[in-house]
């Protein structure tokens, strides 16, 4: 089972390579952070207070416009594993012939979900959840 999750954080600072990001749940009070890169960080943040979108598509906009063309959607992002402090995720795909599970890093599958209108569902296994948030 897993529970949707939402943004509830963006820290950026341009002097370390990490930067942080934290999801809450939607129908509770566990939240918990996760290191990503400065690019999916200035995406994130730059989709989620309505900055300038860039003149060109970023790599998250085309993959959107791909599946679009093929006739598939993201229906969810699932932050399914935790291990050694690494987290990962899915995209689980709607395509004409069923449903795919592709492997992705959580900090793309969530800069593509903000990159889509509307922002699409992200949800965490919720064993996921329970060690992430302790």
Do not use: W
Not at 42 to 48: E, F, G, L, M, N
Not at 49 to 56: H, L, M, N
């Amino acid at each position: 089972m897993a529970v949707q999750v939402q943004l509830a954080r963006i820290i950026i600072s341009e002097i370390t390579d990490n930067q942080v990001i934290y999801l809450k749940e939607l129908d509770g009070p566990r939240q918990f952070p996760i290191l990503i890169g400065f690019f999916e960080a200035k995406t994130i943040d730059r989709r989620v207070t309505g900055g300038e979108r860039p003149v060109r598509p970023l790599t998250h906009d085309l993959l959107l416009t791909i599946l679009e063309q093929l006739g598939s959607s993201i229906e969810r992002i699932v932050i399914c594993d935790l291990k050694e402090s690494t987290y990962f995720a899915q995209l689980e795909i709607r395509h004409p012939g069923g449903l795919l599970k592709i492997d992705s890093r959580p900090s793309d599958a969530i800069a593509i979900a903000y990159s889509h209108t509307p922002t699409i569902p992200i949800f965490v296994d919720n064993e996921v959840m329970e060690k992430a948030s302790q």
